[in-house]
């Protein structure tokens, strides 16, 4: 906050006081400006959330003879002017530099690739390119806000495929979100780069927008929200179930949630060996043969639930090793994770507020997990996506395949030893030196 206050140095105090009276920590007060009239400050504090942030002000304000002149909340600050940036590997100091680098010495450069395609790849930014493709349709879990306020999420985006996989990838929001659009103007950018990310596209839309892609591109198309999800769950499950000992083969999964997510993490899962899944809607259980479903979920439900169960997520629950939440949030009471099978697994991953309180959720289950970073077992796509890239990229793959998958699942989870394994620690940190390393060489093949 910057305030203007009285000259009286002894107001330094009264507003750390009433910061500190109101919950916040103070962290820095700098004098920014004195005259013989007033004084300019600058306090930075620390709050729990934008909420709070308008109680500190309000606190502030209150104190008698300041001014709040301005607020800057740092998560807007680091947003300002955008997160990313192109910059040139190559000088360009002299009249020779820009004579190779550009006209007339990359004419012969690109009359090279126009007699090799293939050349491409290695002669130009398409070899480490992704192009992080949005309609901004289901962006996090603000649901269908549009393409500019999707921007600063796909900026994140690509920031963490530079900082966690070295690729270079550009935040590409569509004005549009018609289907046959999309797949067009996906198809007239995909010269330029070596692999797409589709994100935060909402489902059923998502789906077809892939399978067509995926049909015309020449280049790996992955869809983050499912394909990314599900590797990180499965890996978090894979560790979850070395911890209580017991075989994936033999687990009774229960899937809340059947939209991109939970359908790509069912298809995984079975994929994996996983033979007894059960997803559940906000209708209940899908069933094979319900006339009600639509095409995407009676799809789901013809690959689920062998024994027919039916009824609510509470009475699906009865027995069940493995919760998997990729819905909505608190729709999972503690209580009912007392009825499942002993050494129950619950991974509650609704966004930003799970299913159930993880801490809620710990006191019957014997492994819990969430999205959030504020507990243990953090389950984050970036485990993922980053790696996944980079195998593909250096692969110079034209698709991305179950095997592949299930590849990245396994080597995330075998980042973490086995003297490191235990209920809290089942996925390795997204810092950790190995992980994007072990999973773009499963990617590769290697």
């Known amino acids: 906050m910057r305030l203007h206050t009285p000259t009286d140095h002894s107001v330094v105090g009264e507003v750390a006081t009433a910061i500190a009276a109101a919950g916040g920590m103070v962290t820095a007060i700098d004098v920014a400006e004195?005259?013989?009239?007033?004084?300019?400050?600058d306090v930075t504090c620390s709050a729990a959330d934008a909420e709070h942030a308008a109680e500190l002000q309000d606190a502030v304000?209150?104190?008698?003879?300041v001014e709040v002149h301005k607020v800057s909340d740092r998560t807007f600050l680091i947003h300002l002017g955008g997160k990313i940036e192109v910059a040139s590997k190559v000088p360009l100091k002299t009249r020779d530099d820009m004579s190779l680098a550009y006209t007339p010495g990359v004419g012969r450069v690109s009359m090279a690739i126009a007699q090799n395609p293939e050349?491409?790849?290695?002669?130009t930014?398409?070899?480490n390119a992704v192009a992080v493709v949005t309609d901004g349709s289901a962006v996090l879990g603000l649901g269908?806000?549009?393409?500019?306020?999707?921007?600063?999420?796909?900026?994140?985006?690509?920031?963490?495929?530079?900082?966690f996989g070295d690729i270079d990838a550009w935040p590409i929001c569509l004005d549009t979100q018609d289907t046959d659009e999309i797949v067009r103007a996906v198809e007239l950018i995909a010269p330029g780069f070596g692999g797409i990310n589709l994100e935060d596209i909402a489902a059923p839309r998502c789906f077809e927008i892939e399978a067509r892609l995926r049909e015309r591109l020449d280049i790996p198309v992955f869809h983050d929200d499912q394909h990314g999800t599900a590797i990180v769950v499965l890996a978090a499950l894979t560790n979850a179930l070395r911890v209580v000992e017991k075989a994936i083969e033999s687990a009774r999964v229960v899937v809340s949630g059947a939209g991109a997510a939970g359908t790509a993490i069912v298809k995984l899962l079975l994929a994996a060996g996983v033979r007894d899944v059960v997803v559940n809607d906000r209708t209940g259980a899908l069933v094979e043969g319900d006339g009600a479903l639509s095409p995407a979920h009676a799809e789901l439900a013809a690959l689920t639930n062998p024994n027919g169960r039916r009824g609510s997520l509470q009475e699906v629950l009865v027995g069940a090793d493995v919760f998997i939440g990729v819905s909505a949030p608190n729709?999972?009471?503690?209580?009912?994770?007392?009825?499942?099978a002993e050494d129950a697994v619950v991974f509650a991953l609704a966004n930003p507020d799970p299913e159930v309180d993880p801490a809620q959720a710990a006191k019957y289950a014997a492994v819990v997990a969430s999205g959030r970073s504020d507990f243990p077992n953090q389950i984050n796509n970036v485990l993922a996506f980053p790696g996944v890239f980079r195998g593909l990229l250096d692969a110079r793959a034209h698709e991305v395949t179950v095997e592949m998958c299930l590849r990245a699942a396994d080597a995330i989870a075998h980042v973490v030893r086995d003297d490191e394994l235990n209920a809290s620690f089942i996925m390795p940190s997204v810092f950790h030196p190995e992980v994007h390393h072990a999973v773009a060489a499963a990617i590769a093949g290697h």
Do not use: C, H, Y
């Open 34 to 41: 004195s005259s013989n009239q007033r004084l300019t400050l």
């Open 61 to 65: 304000a209150a104190v008698e003879g």
């Open 119 to 123: 050349d491409v790849r290695r002669l």
């Open 125 to 127: 930014i398409k070899g």
């Open 144 to 163: 269908n806000i549009g393409p500019g306020a999707a921007l600063p999420v796909m900026e994140g985006k690509a920031a963490l495929f530079k900082r």
């Open 331 to 340: 729709i999972l009471q503690p209580e009912w994770i007392g009825s499942m």
